[in-house]
């Protein structure tokens, strides 16, 4: 999909009011979108305090202001390198970037789509994409491999600024949640590492939506929807993102939805993420529910890995580079150790 041949996003904050209306919408399109469904002045001050942080750990040009998320080219890393999570575990301490997660408005509005008490899940994500670093775009792919619980679960993705096509928002394959089931996913690159091919399947058409995201925006839906993001093509700018997930409080959940995100690549514990924060109020606030925890889902990864060793063998470079990551990172695991042989047993390439 071109950037250009995606269509708009239907707006439904005409609608908001609608229950019945937007839940037609979400069976019938697979997701919702709103403007302004977030505080545009509380957004834009969580941007400063991220963007902060990430000048502190060297990823903006020194003496830019940090509003303008303008990135040092020298210091791009992406999900999967250490010095990524090196500096997104800073960001990741931030208070207000896990409050943001408990909008009230956000969840009132949720709550009245599926008819009962929604929980954010305490694993919250925040994207911190490099500029022209486009190989790592978020693939195509569903949620539901990645954060597993049940279909019905649901994403809501905003940007912390601004974020017009060329800075690389999410689209969405209208209506493809009603395949109505998760789809083969295979190895790629970019945030997940796994991507769907729904060329491959004929009923899942090819209408492909997004928009230019404005401050306070949110895209709404369910784990089965095909979504990816559009790469982001501007000289410098660092695209900056959450994407939250919501759940039935009465809902199972999977195991790693419980940690911090990343914090199986590089250990980060809650006590650390809560050090500095000046209130209890979002601190293991799960555990006054009692959620039934599901073991994590290990066969989409682990396939996806057997794949990139194929490719590695091949002289994949692509491949290569991701075992290389995985080596790097985690040298006296399993994985890791596996991941050196094949490198060791492939033809080199450079990318
Ligand atoms: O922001 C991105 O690049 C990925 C986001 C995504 O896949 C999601 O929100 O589920
Ligand atoms: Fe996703």
Known sequence: ???????????????????????????????????ELLSPEEILTLRREMLTVMQAGGWLIAGTDPVE????????????????????????RLESFHRIG???GLIELLEKIRGCPMMSQPQKVARLWFPKFTDHTTPVH???????????????????????????????????????????????????????????????????????????????????????????????RLRVSLDNRYQRVSDPIAEHMLNPHLSSMS????????????TEEYQYYWKQHQLDVLPKITSYLESAFEEASELSRQGDPRAQLHLRRIALRE??????????RVLEDSPTATL
Not at 10 to 24: H, I, K, P
Request: aromatic residues 8%; contains cysteine.
């Open 69 to 92: 998320g303008i990135a040092d080219p020298a210091a791009r890393s992406t999900e999967g390198d250490l010095e990524y999570t090196d500096v997104y575990h800073k960001v990741y």
């Open 102 to 104: 408990h909008d009230p």
């Open 142 to 236: 569903q949620d539901f491999v990645h954060f597993q619980g049940t279909n019905d679960n649901l994403t809501c993705w905003s940007p912390v600024g601004d974020c017009p096509r060329e800075l690389g928002g999410l689209a969405v394959l209208r209506g493809s949640h009603k395949v109505n089931r998760v789809l083969e996913h295979h190895f790629s690159l970019g945030a997940g590492s796994l991507i769907v091919h729904p060329e491959q399947h004929e009923e899942l058409g090819s209408e492909w939506l997004t928009t230019d995201y404005r401050c306070g925006d949110t895209l709404i839906f369910p784990a089965l929807t095909i979504h990816r993001a559009l790469p982001n093509v501007t000289e410098d």
């Open 1 to 35: 999909m071109s950037t250009e041949s995606a269509g708009e996003l239907l707006e439904s904050n005409d609608v908001a009011g609608d229950v019945e209306e937007l839940r037609v919408r979400l069976e019938e399109d697979g997701y919702l979108f709103f403007r």
């Open 331 to 340: 040298p006296d695991s399993d994985m890791g150790q596996q991941a050196a």
């Open 267 to 278: 250990p980060l514990s809650w006590d650390e993420v809560y050090e500095d924060w000046g």
